[in-house]
């Protein structure tokens, strides 16, 4: 079964709206961290935001912030007032603590955001 | 300070022959992966290094695909008799280790198999 799905293969969304991009998760473990990154057409993998399984308040970092939804295993991420330059590929990850697979980092197939003016 | 260095940035050679990627973490990082990542497509993980244990191979495709990590510092990806399907980008990651800390990502090498 795969362990992190984004559903979403593609998405568009008006310059300065909002635009959630969708990720669901799949574990056992009751320690795990979820991640966003985003990654423009010049290749680069930037971090954007982290999610810890135990914290009781949603993620925030700027323009970025983590609808988490334990319950329903789903840590979708909102971008307010898109930018253009928010037009990339976005991959949601997550890390499990459990030993057998700690440390290692398993990656959605992403969704490709295009932001239009 | 410095990022996570990968070189060669872009590598073509002949079907059949051997490659090597090299991989240089941030220093004090104890995490060290690699990913391979077709066109378009997402990252398939390959191999995961963390401080001197021993490191989690379990993605990598063939008997083909090798690799090491030297002093717990630089990493090489070494492929054997390449296939034009080996093409792609292979990315290299580092972290810290701990369950919170993202990963930082080198710039790739593009391979390209004639």
């Known amino acids: 079964a795969q362990k992190i799905t984004q559903t979403q293969p593609g998405m568009f969304v008006q310059e300065k709206e909002a635009v959630t991009l969708d990720c669901t998760y799949d574990?056992?473990?009751?320690?795990?961290?979820l991640f966003w990154y985003k990654q423009p057409s010049s290749g680069e993998m930037i971090f954007l935001i982290y999610?810890?399984?135990?914290?009781?308040q949603n993620a925030t970092e700027g323009r970025y912030s983590l609808n988490f939804q334990k319950a329903r295993k789903s840590a979708n991420l909102v971008i307010s007032a898109s930018q253009l330059g928010d037009s990339a590929m976005y991959f949601c990850?997550?890390?499990?603590?459990?030993?057998?697979?700690?440390?290692?980092?398993?990656f959605g197939d992403g969704t490709t955001l295009t932001v239009k003016p | 300070g410095a990022g996570v260095s990968q070189s060669p940035s872009n590598k073509v050679t002949e079907k059949g022959k051997d490659v090597e990627l090299r991989c240089d973490p941030i220093?004090?990082?104890?995490?060290l992966y690699w990913y391979r990542q077709s066109l378009g497509q997402g990252l398939e993980f390959l191999i995961y290094?963390?401080?001197?244990?021993?490191?989690?191979k379990s993605g990598l495709p063939s008997d083909r695909f090798s690799a090491e990590r030297t002093g717990g510092s630089v990493s090489t990806l070494t492929i054997q008799r390449t296939q034009q399907e080996d093409s792609a980008v292979y990315l290299c990651?580092?972290?810290?280790?701990?369950?919170?800390?993202?990963?930082?990502f080198g710039d790739g090498t593009r391979l390209s198999i004639l």
């Open positions: 999610q810890g399984s135990y914290d009781e």
């Open positions: 990651a580092s972290s810290d280790g701990g369950l919170n800390q993202p990963q930082h």
């Open positions: 290094f963390q401080g001197n244990s021993a490191p989690d």
């Open positions: 574990t056992s473990d009751q320690s795990y961290g």
């Open positions: 990850a997550m890390r499990e603590a459990r030993s057998t697979n700690a440390g290692k980092s398993t």
């Open positions: 220093s004090g990082h104890t995490a």
